[in-house]
């Protein structure tokens, strides 16, 4: 059932060169209850005034001086807002056929013929100004609807970076319970994708996926993982296999995030000279892959560990100088320099889960 229109908030404007006209349309719209009519004699002020006014209907003379009906018409039809109906009703003696059509084509929504009758003008205005009405309902839906959809987005980007999270600590729960190294590799591949100039989209991805570079660990027994001092060539073995335990556990997902997680979990030790995990050379390797290389590497060497103390940071900065070029991708460690001598020690402070998914 439709709503009575509220004419107290209805705005119109009326435009037509003879006064009479525009007096005579004032008259029987007052009559029938609207009260925010607004008139202009001179087609020229027509778009200043529907710009000042914002009326929910024009009605428009087609024959005027200075400017033509379809000239006003085809103006207002560029400053009114495309997902706006604002009805135009064409208020004219009698029209040719072939005028009629060039006028609808032009965007006009009704006809009123000249002289005007009072029930024709109120019922036809009534009639726009509902389908406006309609199509403002329709608008405001749609709008409610993207809002809902915007917020269920949002809810399943948090539940899957949540759930990265989680996984991130189980992968890291049997060296450190806060999976420390892992947020501070987020962290750091997260600035040397920016210094080499990724798109912000990239960077998103690489700084949330990083920290779950290791977590293939899981597969790899305790004597292995836990164990101190040099590994047996087996055990070496054994070792490397996280990298294809962690693209196993990674993989078959069409989700951004978990493929360029497994991209980097497969990749995180190969070097640029070849002799990494998997012998990919130089650019073999993704670029995700050789950031969290060097990333992971530097977080290393620079925090203790049961069985060897830390570097400082310009050793650390020296081992990257000296390993550029054979295990490292050569223009990403003169980066990652920079960022050193940008940053400094704040390179080394702990980073949360919190910092890295806000
Ligand atoms: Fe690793």
Same mark, same amino acid.
Not at 161 to 173: G, T
Not at 214 to 218: E, K
Not at 272 to 278: A, I, P, Q, S, T
């Given at each position: 059932m439709m709503q009575e229109l509220d004419l107290s908030t209805i705005k119109l404007l009326l435009v037509d060169d003879e006064a009479h006209c525009t007096k005579l349309m004032e008259a029987f719209l007052k009559q029938a209850g609207y009260s925010r009519i607004t008139m202009t004699n001179d087609p020229r002020q027509a778009v200043p005034l529907y710009g000042e006014v914002k009326p929910d209907l024009v009605a428009l003379d087609m024959r005027m001086p200075h400017m033509d009906g379809f000239e006003v018409m085809r103006q207002l039809r560029q400053v009114i807002p495309a997902d706006d109906y604002v009805p135009i009703l064409?208020?004219?003696?009698?029209?040719?056929?072939?005028?009629k059509h060039q006028a609808l084509a032009q965007g006009a929504n009704d006809f009123l013929n000249k002289p005007v009758d009072a029930t024709e003008v109120?019922? /036809?205005?009534?009639?726009?100004?509902?389908? =406006?009405r309609l199509h403002q309902q329709v608008r405001m839906h749609n709008e409610h609807l993207e809002a809902q959809v915007r917020l269920r987005t949002k809810v399943v980007e948090q539940t899957q970076?949540?759930?990265?999270?989680?996984?991130?600590?189980?992968?890291?729960?049997r060296y450190d319970v806060t999976g420390a190294h892992a947020w501070r590799v987020g962290r750091l591949a997260m600035l040397l994708a920016e210094m080499k100039g990724l798109a912000p989209d990239q960077v998103e991805l690489i700084k949330k996926t990083a920290p779950l570079h290791?977590?293939?660990?899981?597969g790899v027994r305790d004597a292995i993982l836990l164990k101190e001092g040099p590994y047996e060539p087996a055990e070496r073995e054994a070792m490397k296999a996280h990298t294809k335990i962690g693209s196993k556990i990674l993989s078959d997902s069409r989700s951004p995030l978990l493929m360029m997680a497994r991209e980097i979990?497969?990749?995180?030790?190969? /070097?640029?000279?070849?002799?990494?995990?998997? =012998?990919?050379?130089?650019a073999q390797t993704p670029l995700s892959g050789r950031i969290v290389a060097l990333a992971d590497?530097?977080?290393v060497m620079t925090h203790a560990c049961s069985y060897k103390a830390p570097l400082s940071l310009s050793d650390a900065r020296g081992e990257i100088e000296r390993h550029a070029g054979t295990q490292f991708d050569p223009d990403l460690s003169s980066q990652f320099l920079k960022l050193i001598d940008r940053d400094g020690e704040s390179l080394l402070a702990d980073a949360t889960a919190q910092q890295l998914f806000a």
């Open positions: 064409i208020v004219t003696g009698e029209l040719d056929a072939p005028t109120v019922l /036809r205005i009534k009639n726009q100004l509902q389908t =406006r970076l949540d759930l990265l999270n989680r996984l991130v600590l189980a992968s890291e729960y290791d977590v293939g660990r899981i979990a497969l990749t995180h030790h190969e /070097r640029w000279d070849g002799k990494g995990y998997h =012998r990919l050379k130089e590497a530097f977080d």
